[in-house]
């Protein structure tokens, strides 16, 4: 995906920056092209247990998704990414008067924006402000176009949006703004949601949308938090998330997905993708570029600190009126810092060297391999349900049967046999109907992906049989 943008967003450079640049990227692609033993005995000595005492000795950790480093290490390796980015000065404010052949900042915005296909980027501190700054924008033009004064502005999303679950209601303190959840919601609970999961929901599909989207304007519907009476007409914006992180990393079909946007554009709705993992999504449709993957959208927000492994970052991306707008926003919510220089550079080095073709695809084929032999045993499947069955990303929900602390039981004794770390991360599920325990989620990342397949087998047929052990009596 990467090296094909990056050819993109340097033609017309000056000959002498094309050669040196070209250098740097091969370099940084070649350096992370392949695992060498170096590199998977490092991670596996890295994935040291919990416990402060020193005797213990390193464990394979294959929940661990990303390679830790110490505070000081991490700033060593900020040091290097400067020099390998050409990075000599810092931003300033955004460095909104700058373009991107005088600031770092705008660079690094022009090169993810190329990369998925848009005309425009700003970098964010954080996925909560970008996509406040993307609601408040859209329901702002959403008002002037239809020459609404309504006091209802609203927008729709699944069930398991961040925003429902993670954001103490910020739209509505903050920007004023109701929700709209799509699918049934006779169910909804959102602290049900945070405590038990939500095992075996659905991805937000067209037909969701539909009901919405399509009810007649005299139709209301109920939104949340405040119960009021809305109509279609106030939605100004539907946010579907790739994947949908809740469950488990299911994706919405695509064909749906552009159903969803054809149907936008008919009712003057802007579409909306929260992609906080959208490279695992990008590589579970099979896409050959992120472009493809945003091209349906209106505006995409992506993150940088996730599959990425930044120290943190975001980036709103669309077009050039949107991106202008969101960049004074971003200064009414007191996102535009001084500088960005720690965060900037550490997500451009974590784009830089993991968003190349085929990294997100190895992760997700890691994961199906896996969960393929996994799902086979069946003394595993006696203990544990994964979330899907077959994942569609990097990421994968199980939910096992058994309490929690007969879980930690039985972890402890297999890192203790084995050496291996089977789980580390684990959710009680209060639940008096569920035959499930606890839950937990799987990702692949930087650091498990170099771990050996057959780790991974021997500990989890391990797990599953001393489980049983303790579960039977």
Not at 162 to 190: R, V
Not at 427 to 448: A, Y
Request: hydrophobic fraction near 35%; charge should be negative.
């Amino acid at each position: 995906m990467l090296r094909s943008c990056l050819l993109t967003t340097f033609v017309g450079t000056a000959a002498s920056l094309v050669a040196t640049t070209s250098g740097l990227l091969l370099g940084s692609f070649h350096s992370h092209q392949t695992a060498s033993p170096s590199r998977r005995t490092n991670t596996i000595m890295r994935a040291k247990s919990n416990s402060n005492n020193s005797k213990d000795k390193a464990v394979i950790d294959l929940q661990l998704h990303t390679i830790r480093q110490s505070p000081a290490e991490t700033l060593v390796s900020l040091s290097e990414a400067c020099n390998t980015l050409g990075v000599e000065s810092f931003d300033v404010y955004g460095d909104y008067q700058s373009n991107p052949h005088q600031s770092y900042l705008r660079e690094f915005e022009s090169e993810v924006a190329s990369c998925f296909g848009k005309d425009d980027a700003v970098f964010c501190l954080s996925g909560g402000l970008a996509q406040s700054i993307a609601l408040m924008i859209h329901a702002n033009s959403h008002s002037t176009a239809i020459n609404d004064s309504s006091e209802v502005r609203a927008f729709a999303c699944h069930p398991t949006s961040h925003l429902l679950l993670h954001e103490n209601d910020a739209y509505s303190e903050l920007l004023g703004m109701e929700a709209l959840i799509t699918g049934s919601t006779m169910d909804f609970d959102i602290d049900n949601f945070k405590q038990n999961g939500c095992y075996g929901m659905a991805p937000m599909m067209l037909s969701d949308v539909k009901d919405i989207l399509s009810s007649e304007n005299n139709d209301t519907l109920t939104s949340y938090p405040n119960q009021k009476s809305i109509t279609c007409n106030d939605i100004s914006t539907l946010m579907l998330e790739l994947p949908h992180r809740e469950i488990g990393g299911k994706l919405t079909p695509w064909d749906e997905v552009q159903g969803m946007s054809a149907l936008c554009k008919e009712k003057g709705v802007k579409f909306h993708c929260d992609g906080a993992r959208i490279f695992e999504g990008s590589a579970g449709y099979g896409h050959e570029a992120l472009a493809q993957t945003a091209e349906p959208f209106d505006s995409v927000y992506i993150s940088f600190y996730k599959g990425v492994g930044a120290v943190s970052g975001a980036m709103l991306l669309g077009d050039s009126e949107f991106i202008a707008e969101a960049r004074i926003w971003l200064r009414r919510f007191g996102g535009n810092l001084y500088s960005v220089l720690p965060y900037a550079v550490s997500s451009w080095d974590g784009f830089r060297k993991n968003c190349r073709d085929d990294v997100f695809m190895e992760r997700r084929r890691k994961l199906a391999r896996v969960i393929d032999v996994l799902n086979a045993d069946s003394n595993v499947q006696s203990i544990v349900q994964f979330d899907p069955a077959v994942p569609q990303t990097s990421m994968i929900h199980g939910y096992v049967k058994a309490s929690l602390d007969d879980c930690k039981r039985a972890l402890l004794t297999v890192e203790q046999s084995t050496g291996i770390r089977v789980l580390m991360r684990l959710n009680k599920v209060n639940d008096d109907e569920s035959s499930f325990g606890c839950r937990f989620e799987w990702s692949v990342g930087t650091s498990n992906v170099l771990i050996d397949d057959e780790h991974f087998i021997k500990g989890w047929q391990e797990f599953s049989r001393v489980l049983d052990g303790i579960v039977s009596g």
